[in-house]
């Protein structure tokens, strides 16, 4: 498709995240306007073919679908309050980081200016933008998605979560929770063997093996978790409690911080003493839950 079938777009906030979906947009032709609080962050992108807007109202002005990502919503409202004018019978997708609450004050803002408004969250670093493989969650009207899916697509994989403005956002925590989670997991794993000289180049493909096993006991318990029951016919809460006594124990004699594996000792603990010892590890959920009630 040429530049001709391209929607216009603007995008306000050229930080390094603002800068490469600019860059991803003018990439697949799409005309691009930028505006930012310093003009100078624009002269790459301006050389690659952005027009560089004067002030957020002309930026808004240019074009259908409006593109923000600035620091935070405090920084949003300072740009966008302004111009919020210029938004009425437009659309407005925010990619600032966020939490859903901000996200479900930012959809009343725009509805009283007149603007469609998508919330989403950029599930990548600045050089995964425009890569296809690459997930970007939105979440709100779903009649506004639909309109500009096209566009989207051009910064990566859209996915539409739902109706509440808020999910985009949620989504965002609770998948950057299980990033940290995991990447912690793995460089205690690698601590652990490199106390034995094993590199963690060695190490690291055993462990991405592992984790596609990893994925599947996940598949496995998501129906359990929605339906609230955890039958232990895989491994139970009390052989695991068992087995983080060896990572514990190896651990320890090596000198490498347990503060991890102790936390996950203590849920499995918590939940055996629920009555979840003989349940599937999915029945944590119950001690994330309800922690006051673990704990009575």
Request: charged share 15%.
């Amino acid at each position: 498709m040429n530049a001709g079938h391209r929607r216009p777009v603007t995008v306000v906030g050229l930080g390094s995240m603002g800068s490469a979906l600019a860059a991803a947009l003018l990439d697949r032709g799409h005309p691009t306007t930028v505006w930012n609080r310093t003009p100078d962050k624009a002269r790459p992108l301006v050389d690659r073919g952005a027009r560089l807007a004067g002030t957020p109202q002309e930026a808004i002005a240019a074009s259908p679908l409006t593109i923000a990502c600035v620091l935070d919503y405090e920084a949003l409202y300072t740009v966008l309050d302004p111009a919020a004018a210029e938004l009425a019978g437009r659309t407005l997708v925010n990619l600032t980081s966020g939490s859903p609450e901000q996200a479900q004050e930012a959809v009343k803002w725009a509805d009283s200016h007149g603007a469609g408004y998508l919330d989403g969250a950029i599930m990548t670093t600045p050089p995964g933008v425009g890569d296809p493989a690459m997930m970007f969650l939105y979440s709100g009207s779903q009649e506004v998605f639909d309109a500009h899916r096209s566009t989207l697509a051009s910064l990566g994989d859209p996915l539409h979560l739902g109706t509440d403005p808020g999910l985009a956002s949620l989504y965002d925590a609770a998948l950057l929770g299980l990033m940290w989670s995991t990447m912690t997991g793995w460089l205690h794993g690698t601590a652990l063997v490199g106390a034995e000289r094993t590199s963690a180049t060695a190490f690291t493909p055993v462990a991405i093996r592992w984790l596609s096993t990893v994925t599947r006991f996940l598949t496995t318990y998501a129906p359990q978790v929605d339906a609230g029951r955890y039958p232990g016919d895989d491994a139970t809460v009390d052989v695991q409690i068992a087995a983080i006594d060896h990572l514990i124990h190896a651990a320890a004699v090596r000198g490498i911080d347990n503060a991890l594996p102790e936390l996950l000792k203590a849920a499995m603990e918590k939940a055996a003493a629920a009555g979840h010892g003989q349940d599937s590890y999915a029945s944590l959920i119950e001690v994330l839950r309800n922690p006051a009630d673990s704990e009575a």
